[in-house]
């Protein structure tokens, strides 16, 4: 493995951690902002959109760093 790719896998590491961490900050503000009252729909519309974007990005940084299966 090359420096460079070594840089560029650390990063994509390095940012999978960031957004595994903002995920779980979210599902935590979603189920604080679930038990309030006076829901706020439309902020909850919005952190669970983000969330699932969150997710997506999560799985694409995923597919990325692991390996070829080759059977």
Not at 27 to 43: F, K, T
Not at 55 to 69: F, N, Q, T, V
Request: glycine fraction near 2%; charged fraction near 45%; avoid cysteine.
């Amino acid at each position: 493995m090359s420096d460079e790719t070594f840089d560029e896998v650390t990063s994509l590491r390095a940012r999978l951690e960031e957004l595994r961490s903002e995920h779980r900050d979210l599902d935590e503000a979603i189920a604080r902002l679930s038990q309030a009252p006076g829901d706020d729909e439309l902020m909850m519309r919005r952190l669970k959109k983000r969330k699932l974007a969150l997710k997506d990005r999560i799985a694409g940084i995923e597919h990325l760093l692991s390996p070829d299966e080759r059977a």
